[in-house]
């Protein structure tokens, strides 16, 4: 098998950083698999009709397809910065099958400091935004 023909069957949709977001997500996201980092700020964050956690920045949560009901926004006055990278494709079922994001309660981990998470996000956002059309696979791992 072809290394890069590993990842054919995983496609990223989007990536993005909102340096000044005050979005309310309240819904499903319709099959799509989303790993977001909070950069800044708090959010309150659970899923389907558990209680809400604070999860204050920085820190990394997922948000997984297909079935829960997503809810999160921000805490208090100021708006919270954080990035996304939301992917589909029968690749993701079998990696999260494998272990990957592991089902918790509140899917999320509290990180001590931003760097390198910071980091890594931003170069996927460069990588799915501007990527190399003519190597898409390539582009796809090499994040």
Not at 42 to 50: L, M, N, S, T, V
Not at 69 to 92: E, L, N
Not at 124 to 131: M, S, T
């Amino acid at each position: 098998m072809d290394v890069l023909s590993y990842f054919d069957d995983l496609s990223f949709v989007s990536a993005h950083t909102a340096y000044a977001c005050d979005a309310v997500v309240d819904h499903q996201l319709g099959g799509l698999w989303v790993i977001n980092f909070l950069y800044s700020g708090a959010i309150e964050f659970g899923r389907d009709e558990q209680p809400l956690t604070r999860l204050e920045a920085p820190a990394i949560y997922w948000t997984l397809a297909p079935q829960p009901h997503w809810r999160y926004w921000s805490i208090g006055d100021a708006p919270w910065i954080h990035s996304w990278v939301a992917f589909s494709g029968a690749r993701c079922d079998r990696l999260i099958a494998g272990g990957l994001m592991p089902e918790l309660p509140c899917p999320a981990v509290r990180l001590l400091q931003k760097q390198p998470a910071a980091d890594l996000f931003d170069r996927f956002a460069r990588l799915v935004v501007h990527g190399n059309p003519a190597r898409p696979r390539r582009m796809r791992i090499a994040a």
